[in-house]
């Protein structure tokens, strides 16, 4: 590999564990599997509150990018940056800036694509998480296709999950939030009263406590206190416990750049029921000449769901399929190894 330090700027509180994220989980793991590589990596937490915020972060990553020697190579989280091109513009002129983007800020948010528009032209290249978000970006924002790389999450091997035999229980794993739809996923329970199942919730609920409050509100009301659970963030031991105790994994979101957790529960055996959103499709795969391992359905539709997770539910068959579909597709899992090869060949074309 070229010579010299990678500078990667993230969130500050990238390992804390009662800040569990996607992102963070990728920067962290990334970061370790290029210096397994061989890299030179040099980490700098910027502080912008949780969740990082600009405002908040604004003069921390400017002072941060002002102590890096010109000329050096820089990947830059797109959390930290897509916001800012009062700094990242200026930046770009002086440091050879990959830009990071685990989601585009644009998605959902038509002002700030103005911004974020100038942060990518700003950088010298672009790693993204899948090949929806690098469309998306070319797409939207006239980024040149060779200029826009694809580093997919990586996934550890893990012990398959036991599970019930009747496939009674549900897991979603996401920091409680609108984003990741766990109010679309307790108004489809609250149509499958008739069924046995148990549901575990396992996510930060201090991002938005307003919402997470609502969801526990809303579950008691419709009676499935006992049956809907918010768990809080679990992480290690704790997370692979909820994962070996379940037989499948329900991801509701609205957006999703790729879905980590869909990768993990595939690690382990177990199949997925999501919406069809974003880069999910994806982490998903396909088993050759067998199909997909889980049931994809329409984003912002409780009875689409529902109808997923009776079927689930009610159909021996169908489980079993899906959990050998689940199992075959577990080994063609990459790690994060592979991962960091296409980090690292990114940043040796920005440092030619």
């Known amino acids: 590999m070229t010579a010299g330090v990678l500078h990667v700027l993230v969130p500050r509180g990238v390992d804390d564990p009662l800040r569990p994220s996607g992102g963070n989980t990728y920067d962290r793991r990334a970061c370790v599997a290029l210096r397994d590589l061989g890299r030179q990596v040099e980490v700098v937490e910027v502080e912008g509150g949780w969740p990082w915020t ?18 050096a190579v820089v990947l830059v989280d797109g959390l930290l940056a897509s916001r800012l091109p009062e700094v990242m513009v200026p930046a770009g002129a002086r440091l050879r800036v990959v830009l990071l983007v685990h989601l ?5 948010d038509v002002l700030a694509r103005i911004v974020e528009r100038q942060v990518v032209a700003a950088a010298a290249s672009v790693v ?4 929806w978000c690098r469309d998306w970006l070319v797409q939207e924002y006239d980024v040149a296709p060779s200029d826009v790389h694809v580093a997919h999450p990586g996934v550890d091997p893990a012990a398959l999950s036991t599970g019930t035999p009747a496939g009674t229980n549900l897991l979603c794993v996401g920091t409680i939030s609108p984003v990741k739809g766990q109010d679309q996923l307790l ?11 148990h549901c ?9 406590l307003d919402f997470a409050d609502l969801v526990l509100k809303t579950s008691a009301e419709m009676g499935l206190a006992g049956r809907f659970a918010l768990a809080g963030a679990l992480t290690g031991d704790a997370l692979e ?42 982490a998903l795969g396909e088993v050759p000449g067998d199909g997909v391992p889980g049931i994809l359905v329409r984003p912002g539709d409780p009875g689409a769901l529902a109808a997923a997770l009776r079927w689930w539910l009610t159909d021996a068959g169908l489980r079993e399929e899906l959990r050998a579909r689940a199992v075959e597709r577990r080994g063609h899992l990459a790690g994060w190894s592979v991962t960091a090869a296409r980090v690292a060949a990114v940043v040796r074309g920005v440092a030619a």
């Not at 600009?54 to 000329?71: F, N, Q, S, Y």
């Not at 585009?104 to 959902?108: A, F, H, L, S, T």
């Not at 108004?187 to 199942?197: E, N, S, V």
């Not at 595939?266 to 997925?272: E, I, R």
């Open 54 to 71: 600009a405002d908040v972060g604004r003069d921390g990553l400017r002072r941060a990018l002002d102590g890096i020697p010109d000329g």
């Open 241 to 282: 416990a909820a994962y070996a105790g379940a037989d499948l994994l329900v991801l509701p979101s609205r957006a999703e750049t790729y879905g980590m957790v869909v990768a993990e529960a595939l690690a382990h055996g177990l199949p997925v029921v999501a919406t069809d959103v974003g880069g999910v499709r994806e």
């Open 200 to 208: 575990t919730c396992a996510g930060a609920d201090s991002v938005d």
């Open 128 to 131: 993204t998480t899948s090949a």
């Open 104 to 108: 585009p800020v644009g998605v959902d």
């Open 187 to 197: 108004a489809a329970l609250c149509d499958l009263r008739d069924l046995t199942w």
